[in-house]
């Protein structure tokens, strides 16, 4: 057990660091590059001061205490930063979602309805559930596809690591990559874009892609498949090598076919990787608006939530509005990642 006396010391003198170094940022007395540094050596230290002042605390108990209160001591901060940063943030959205444009008066459920009875709305829920249904389904699928022809194929690590790429590059660089893959010049001029060169190279007509609705949604989406594609062939590939080989072997013996392997044995062994992958796809794609963003801007129908709820924010100011998307945001996420925490807790790990 620690000196009670030293203990408290050492706390107080953790607490006179961390705010003497907290109000001494605050007051803006430094330059820029000073302030960087003494940042970065003031919150290192901070946080080991921290943990190791909670640690002695901890130690003043009897050692049957001390076990049940430090797992607490290490989690607790990030839990207090987690709450701050997200717990706050979504109380207040919540309210803000039942004020009007400036916050300024209760306007009840009218935010609310607004976004199930605009015409813009309503095309943006549309395009969410085509990008939930069509980005999750086809991404999961190609990389269940890629993955089992992986295991087969002598460029096993070449292949993979192809399809992974993808995944290095952010959504909005994307969106600049197939911006000018599906570019648009109208007829007799020079087609700069990659599909409408091959379309008039065969004869046909320039088209364009972006602006032509509704397939315009489904060309975005194919953006999303491409990048996610790469995630679920790791995270399925690996999930491939823990199906036992003497099972498949076996029914290959007793005569079933490669398909029925992979929907009666494969698929059923590999049911969590499944479930996570897609649920983790799922979100991205709820939450997607760089590429719509940088593609559309929104325009010629491809609004989806999450742009539309960055419009309300800080195109149109319209804090109520905007508030009341990112709600209805967040409880479309809140049954997957329940679902998930469910998932993961039948897992030995937990």
Known sequence: MSN???TALETLCTVVVMVS????????????????????VWGTASVLLMFYSLNQIAQLFPSKGYNKIIPYIFIGPAILIMGWYLLIPTFRSLYLSFLNKNSTSFVGWDNYKYIFTDRTMIISLRNTVLWLVCGTFFSVLMG????????RSYIERLGKTLIFLPMAISLVGAGVIFKFIYAYKPAGAEQIGLLNAIVTSLGGQPHNWLGTKPANNL?????????QTGFALVVLS?????????????ARIDGAG????LVQIIIPNIRASLISVSTTILLAALKCFDIVYSMTNGLFGTEVLASQQYKQMFKFLNYGRGSSIAILILIGVSPVIYYNLKEFSKQEVF
């Open 4 to 6: 009670p006396v030293k």
């Open 21 to 40: 170094g907290f109000i001494l940022l605050k007051s803006g007395s430094m330059s820029q590059i000073p302030t960087t540094l003494f940042a970065i």
């Open 144 to 151: 269940l596809i890629a993955a089992v022809l992986a295991e």
């Open 219 to 227: 060309f975005l989406i194919a953006i999303f498949i491409w990048l």
């Open 238 to 250: 690996a999930a491939l090598k823990a199906v036992p080989d003497d099972m498949i072997e076996a």
């Open 258 to 261: 490669e398909f029925r392997i």
